[in-house]
């Protein structure tokens, strides 16, 4: 490319070719534009965080990264700067590629000739994902009670505002109710305050499934809610009214499982209108507080469960909440073996090797396996790793790497003749990186089998404590050489980002155990996978997940944007003999748009709800509606779901309710399959 009017330095100009390397340099999303705003350049940061390749760019307009979530008045506000000459400075929401969301600290400076007409725009962007997803989170915390996720006192004061502002209709009137919960005490007293909580969300979520878009619940505080009802006509108030209120109260008409007993709490509702009962907050407030002490002294007699300022409509009462918990029974199987038994086996020619296939989450391609050592004991049992590296020493060590080393680079040759190209990774113990000479035994090793470097990759456990300084060198002599290293079990130690910043790692390996409670904790294990994921792409390093065990766990990785995964739910550990049949017939089963599982439904819900980004696509192209469809929901999920696409995002509510009920189909899904390994168990 060349800049028709590149800047100036000491009277000279900075030649087309520096500059545009030191764009590509830069670690933030950078590109240049002409004065059409056409991109004629883009950096290599900005193909990785955007997914779009550099000729898919060239030539298009930046817009292309904008969708549904972006602001209309920051895009109005860019137009009116680059119109102007003028730079620009702000934050946008924009999309990748495949769809997903993520924030940009956007930074817009015009270039000009000579004679002061703009020919260029060059444009810096920073990735500040993480950032605005915890301002989204404060945000929320700041406006939502902590227990419920329903508003709390602030948001409702704004609602509460916005109704007087708006003034009284001569043709609609609205209803402001507090609910207080019946028995609700005896439950706390009974089953203690965590149970109490649950009971709480749970019948926040029933209550939030049956009200109206443009109504509100929010807490007060304890166990009494605040209820808006907006624009109902008057004319019918008397027929709408309790209409609404029979609906609401469905929510206590079933019973609450908590801690596997059925537990019924009954709702009691005062109910005041505006402006008939009251001109401002205090006034309709206490009149609806009024109400509702009076319908809770009739609570063993009535026949009502709710009740008018100055009237009792007639409408029925009753209660009940409940939520099952599980039990996860472990059984662990140990074996006794004579400890000096591991090192024949070693020594004595009782080392195997396995392989697990790592699969590209992106198209289903296998271009890498994993090594892993198996010793076969002189009773012919194969042992793993989790039994026998326990009781080998240092030295019992170096020799496991170099007899697995040189297993691997022989089969790869194997693999080169049968006509099947892979690379290979072999776990390194951090202690074998002091051994002197290593990198000169890993060349010799590589020069015998005739296999290029690059196709070697070498994983480090992070949970071992390694020895800075010492070991530094050995790894960047490792990297001169060109094989990979990868930081492997990331999150199971507490130096990672110490090891990540300092260290040339190629590649880091996510801990299998960091999935272990993500259907117990779904939205807090994702984002702690999406965090991990992102710090990979700051890095500019590969991300691996391990412990894909099963279809669910499979397509949440994919859909946060994971690059590999390996684990059981594709493949389960292999004699290497077997791997060439294997890749043959395998058959990719993820499709990153098409979702099988509820967790991986959630998983693409939740990466625009954790930004308060509403769904890019339309309704009936988005991937949750044939999902939603398969799975015949409640008319409510739906609404929700439909809530989601509108580009105002005005229904952050709506988008947490839509995880709320992900995450309990996810657990009822995993009771459901405990309880048939139960009986299934022998």
């Known amino acids: 490319m060349q800049l028709r009017s590149a800047p100036h330095f000491a009277d000279a100009a900075l030649p087309d070719d520096l500059l545009i390397q030191a764009m590509a340099a830069t670690s933030e999303i950078s590109l240049i534009t002409d004065a059409r705003q056409n991109i004629l350049h883009v950096s290599d940061s900005f193909i990785a965080i955007t997914g779009y390749g550099r000729d898919e760019a060239l030539g298009r307009n930046c817009r292309m990264l904008q969708g549904p979530g972006t602001n209309p008045e920051t895009t109005a506000a860019i137009r009116g700067a680059l119109a102007a000459g003028e730079d620009f400075n702000g934050e946008i929401l924009n999309y990748r590629k495949d769809g997903s969301a993520f924030w940009n600290a956007l930074r817009i400076t015009p270039l000009r000739s000579g004679n002061g007409v703009i020919t260029h725009f060059v444009s810096v962007q920073r990735d500040i994902n993480t950032r605005m997803a915890l301002l989204e989170q404060l945000r929320f915390q700041a406006l939502h009670d902590s227990v419920t996720g329903l508003p709390n006192r602030i948001a409702m004061g704004t609602r509460l505002d916005e109704l007087f502002s708006a003034g009284a209709h001569p043709e609609v009137t609205s209803a402001v109710g507090v609910i207080g919960l019946d028995d609700f005490r005896t439950v706390n007293n009974t089953h203690g305050h965590a149970t109490g909580d649950a009971l709480l969300k749970e019948w926040a979520a029933r209550l939030q499934g049956r009200l109206r878009d443009e109504d509100f619940l929010g807490r007060m505080g304890g166990d009494e809610f605040v209820l808006i009802l907006k624009d109902v006509v008057r004319e019918t108030v008397h027929l709408d009214l309790p209409r609404i209120l029979e609906r609401l109260h469905e929510a206590v008409e079933s019973p609450f499982l908590v801690n596997g007993e059925s537990v019924r709490i009954g709702m009691s509702l005062g109910v005041a209108l505006f402006p008939e009962d009251g001109l401002d907050a205090a006034s309709?407030?206490?009149?609806?507080?009024?109400?509702?002490?009076?319908?809770?002294?009739?609570?063993?007699?009535?026949?009502?469960?709710?009740?008018?300022?100055?009237?009792?409509?007639?409408?029925?009462?009753?209660?009940?909440?409940?939520?099952?918990?599980?039990?996860?029974?472990?059984?662990?199987?140990?074996?006794?073996?004579?400890?000096?038994?591991?090192?024949?086996?070693?020594?004595d020619d009782g080392l195997e090797m396995h392989v697990q296939p790592v699969i590209d989450l992106r198209d289903g391609s296998v271009r890498l396996v994993e090594a892993l050592a198996r010793l076969r004991l002189p009773d012919g049992r194969l042992t793993s790793p989790d039994e026998f590296l326990a009781h080998l020493g240092r030295t019992d060590l170096d020799h496991l790497f170099t007899a697995m080393l040189e297993k691997a680079l022989s089969q790869l040759a194997v693999w080169d003749v049968q006509g099947l190209s892979l690379d290979i990774s072999v776990n390194l113990p951090p202690a074998t990186l002091l051994e002197p000479g290593l990198a000169l035994l890993i060349e010799q090793a590589l020069n015998r089998s005739g296999i290029a470097p690059q196709r070697l990759g070498l994983e480090l456990l992070e949970s071992e404590t390694l020895e800075w300084e010492c070991q530094r060198h050995a790894l960047q002599e490792l990297t001169r050489l060109g094989v990979g290293i990868s930081m492997d079990d990331l999150g199971a130690g507490y130096s990672s980002l110490k090891r990540l910043s300092s260290l040339p790692f190629k590649a880091i390996k996510l801990d299998r155990d960091l999935l272990a409670g993500i259907r117990h904790k779904p939205p807090e294990t994702l984002s702690l996978i999406a965090t991990l994921i992102q710090m990979g792409r700051d890095f500019r390093m590969t991300v691996v997940v391990e412990g894909l065990e099963d279809e669910g766990v499979a397509e949440a990785a994919a859909i946060l944007g994971a690059t590999l995964g390996q684990g059981y739910y594709f493949s389960r550990p292999m004699p290497a003999a077997d791997a060439a049949a294997w890749v043959a017939h395998f058959g990719y089963p993820l499709r990153t748009h098409h979702f099988r599982t509820h967790l991986g439904a959630l998983a693409y819900h939740w990466q625009f709800a954790r930004l308060g980004s509403p769904h890019p696509r339309t309704v009936g192209d988005c991937p949750l509606t044939a999902f939603l469809s398969r799975m015949s929901p409640p008319a409510d999920v739906e609404r929700w779901h439909a809530q989601q696409h509108d580009a105002r995002a005005i229904h952050p509510g709506a988008g947490r309710l839509l995880v709320d009920w992900f995450v309990r189909q996810i657990r009822d899904d995993m009771e459901a399959a405990d309880m048939l390994a139960g009986r299934t168990a022998p």
Do not use: C, Q
Request: no cysteine.
């Open 284 to 347: 309709l407030l206490k009149s609806a507080d009024t109400a509702l002490s009076d319908v809770k002294i009739r609570k063993r007699k009535r026949n009502l469960w709710w009740e008018l300022a100055g009237e009792v409509p007639v409408v029925e009462g009753a209660v009940v909440d409940s939520m099952l918990h599980h039990r996860l029974n472990e059984s662990l199987r140990t074996s006794v073996v004579p400890l000096d038994e591991y090192r024949l086996a070693l020594f």
